[in-house]
């Protein structure tokens, strides 16, 4: 059974500090995909990595995929009160479709 | 566009009731996902559709779950005789087709009481 563990749980951070979540697993995976959830919502998809050892950057957010392609992680540079939210990860394996494995999803509050 | 739309957005029901959610996914889509979540929880798979086929309906908890797709869009996930441990929120999400992007509804909050 392949599973994603996502750390920290909680993050509690002051407006302009840097963070980062990771995202393990002792499974490879054929992607790795990252989503920003808020209260009442459906996850929304940030970014998809598929080479290991992969970078993206989206604005202060910066994705990076492991050489093996078995573990992510999410960094925020200078975090702003609008970053606040749920962040998931999701490997999708190459089982003919598109099946994501979810992580437990890092809550990050970010304070003026 | 629209998105995925679920409905209803809530659903409060008594143990033992069946209950009935529904997903309208993005028209064109032939792909379609039932995922649950538990408070503070991450999505968990429930079933895959490819058109009205669910090739991998691996994820359902037991038998009193099931789901159906009719004309390749609409799906509808049936909880039978449902329970306290299946209260989540039911998320429905759908891809233009096998391997894009999935994007998914609001979700519907189920409590079981």
Do not use: M
């Not at chain 1, 980062?20 to 990252?34: D, G, R």
């Not at chain 1, 437990?104 to 003026?112: E, N, S």
């Not at chain 2, 379609?32 to 691996?58: C, H, M, T, V």
């Amino acid at each position: 059974t392949q599973l994603l563990e996502q750390s920290p749980q909680f993050l509690s951070i002051q407006e302009g500090e840097n963070l980062t979540v990771y995202c393990n697993s002792s499974s490879v995976f054929s992607s790795l995909q990252w989503y920003r959830q808020e209260p009442g919502e459906g996850p929304v998809l940030l970014v998809t990595v598929v080479t290991g050892g992969e970078v993206k950057k989206l604005k202060r957010l910066t994705f990076q995929f492991g050489d093996a392609r078995k573990d992510s992680s999410l960094h925020i540079t200078a975090a702003q009160p609008g970053d606040t939210g749920l962040y998931l990860c999701a490997g999708g394996s190459a089982g003919g479709y598109n099946k994501l494995i979810f992580g437990a999803g890092t809550r990050l509050a970010v304070h003026p | 566009g629209a998105g995925v739309s679920q409905s209803p957005s809530n659903k409060v029901t008594e143990k033992g009731k069946d209950v009935e959610l529904r997903c309208d996914p993005i028209s064109g889509h032939t792909a379609l996902y039932w995922y649950r979540q538990s408070l503070g929880q991450g999505l968990e798979f429930l079933i895959y559709f490819q058109g009205n086929s669910a090739p991998d309906k691996s994820g359902l908890p037991s038998d009193r779950f099931s789901a159906e797709r009719t004309g390749g869009s609409v799906s509808t996930l049936t909880i039978q005789r449902t329970q306290q441990e299946d209260s989540a929120v039911y998320l429905c999400a759908s891809s233009l087709d096998t391997y894009n992007e999935q994007f998914f509804g609001p979700g519907t909050r189920l409590t079981v009481l």
